[in-house]
């Protein structure tokens, strides 16, 4: 019997998991290594900061942007599309929307962003018990890739700050506030195409090409699996925006 086992079995103590990285590393790691930072993700995953900070972002601009935009100018021209709207209706609706819109958009997305990322990860999370490169991810871990990426939204919300003091809101929505995307300044008529424009914008398609990579390497989902992973967020993140504009 050798030194390191006893009659009750090994007295090799397990290895020990590296600590998981902060918030920061996190955050750094997605422009400098990204590859590298999932692959650390995947033995130590970690999701409350990047989730606290998404939220806590997302309130910030919600705040500012509720406050400064023009809600009739916002809302009357897709009120006044829909035919079945009276003038008398519209106008007590944006009345309404007035007194109340800044609050009504921080409370959504207090409780949008977590349900939305919860959801999510629950998808990806089945979508990789079936497509998982070889042992099946756990939802830590599809929260955690699910989550972490978008941490490279945080400049894009600090420049729609910079934005809503520097020019009029007027009835503009956050993401066509930031001189980031095509659609800032390419006009075109039809709606639904301006807003695919809005989202060409390298923070959006940053955020899901290293949702891509974290399903490859902290999930370690199949080249497929990621690629389902990725659609479903570009589904969820952009085909709704660019199906209901108006």
């Not at 023009?70 to 035919?83: H, I, K, Q, S």
């Not at 990860?121 to 871990?141: C, F, M, Q, R, T």
């Not at 978008?150 to 993401?175: A, D």
């Not at 300044?185 to 390298?202: I, S």
Request: some cysteine.
């Amino acid at each position: 019997m050798s030194e390191s086992e006893s009659l009750f079995g090994s007295n090799e103590k397990p290895e020990a998991k590296p600590p998981a990285m902060g918030l920061m590393d996190q955050f750094v790691g997605l422009f400098t290594e990204p590859i590298e930072t999932f692959k650390k993700l995947q033995t130590s995953p970690a999701w409350v900061g990047a989730l606290v900070v998404l939220i806590f972002t997302s309130l910030v601009v919600a705040g500012v942007w509720g406050f400064k935009v023009d809600v009739d100018a916002m809302l009357r021209p897709g009120f006044e599309a829909n035919p079945k709207m009276t003038q008398e209706q519209m106008d007590q609706v944006i009345s309404f929307m007035e007194k109340f819109f800044p609050y009504i958009a921080i409370v959504q997305t207090l409780f949008i962003i977590p349900i939305a990322v919860f959801f999510m990860a629950l998808i990806n999370w089945l979508i990789g018990k079936a497509a998982a490169d070889s042992e099946p991810p756990s939802y830590v871990h599809a929260l955690t890739a699910t989550v972490v990426p978008s941490l490279v939204m945080v400049p894009h919300s600090l420049l729609i700050l910079v934005m809503t003091f520097l020019r009029p809101v007027g009835g503009l929505t956050p993401e066509k506030l930031t001189p980031s995307s095509v659609g800032f300044f390419v006009n075109v008529a039809n709606p639904k195409l301006h807003a695919l424009l809005f989202a060409l914008d390298p923070f959006t398609i940053g955020s899901l090409v290293l949702g891509f990579l974290a399903f490859r390497h902290t999930m370690r989902l199949k080249t497929s699996g990621a690629i389902a992973c990725t659609a479903l967020a570009m589904l969820f993140t952009l085909g709704f925006r660019i199906l209901g504009a108006k």
